[in-house]
């Protein structure tokens, strides 16, 4: 796994915008303390990868609580495959400056052989939390309206990932820049509505 030099430029650059959308079907909206608001909402866009590719980490531990509906996060085991064994998954690094489009880079990094190991699913009022650099991947429950407020809880230095598998070509050009912040902040006024 590379380890990045955190004082070279744009290597941990946050996204410029306040609100955004996300390549995983989601929004996020940053807000203080080191917490982000996400929202989920069955019109946002996904990357071309999505079904392929939603498998992640961070590489920092936070805590999520659900606010509305319900939010299922997957739960990945994952190990470097051996010599002459076929990866499941490669394994993208997505570290250094971001592009024109406002992602990160998807570097190869690593071989994986990946298993599910189980799922939760966490109704608005409950939460979960997760560590650094444990893979996972979030879908929305019901109706696919979910909004969560997302807590970081400790960051490292190692680069995160995604998984991808393997043979399946990443979407590094998903436009996290093709809506208005108008009609981004219309999908947060419509799930939160769900929240009175």
Known sequence: ???????????????????????????????????????????????????????????????????????????????????????THIGYLHEGPRTAFGNRPWLPDLKLVVEKIGAMNVPAGAGYRMLAYRYHATEPGGDGRVATIMRKTGESMAGAHSLCEAGVTPDADFDRKQWLEDRLWAIVRDVLGGAA
Not at 8 to 37: C, D, M, N, S, Y
Not at 54 to 71: C, L, M, N, P
Request: contains cysteine; negative net charge.
């Open 1 to 87: 796994m590379k380890v990045f030099d955190e004082t070279a430029p744009g290597v941990f650059e946050e996204t410029a915008e306040t609100i955004t959308l996300h390549g995983l079907g989601f929004l996020q909206v940053k807000l203080g303390g080191g917490q982000r608001l996400h929202v989920w909402h069955p019109a946002l866009p996904r990357r071309r990868c999505f079904q392929h590719s939603s498998i992640h980490d961070h590489r920092f531990s936070f805590e999520s609580r659900v606010i509305v509906g319900t939010a299922i996060n997957h739960l990945y085991g994952a190990r470097e495959a051996d010599a002459g064994e076929p990866p």
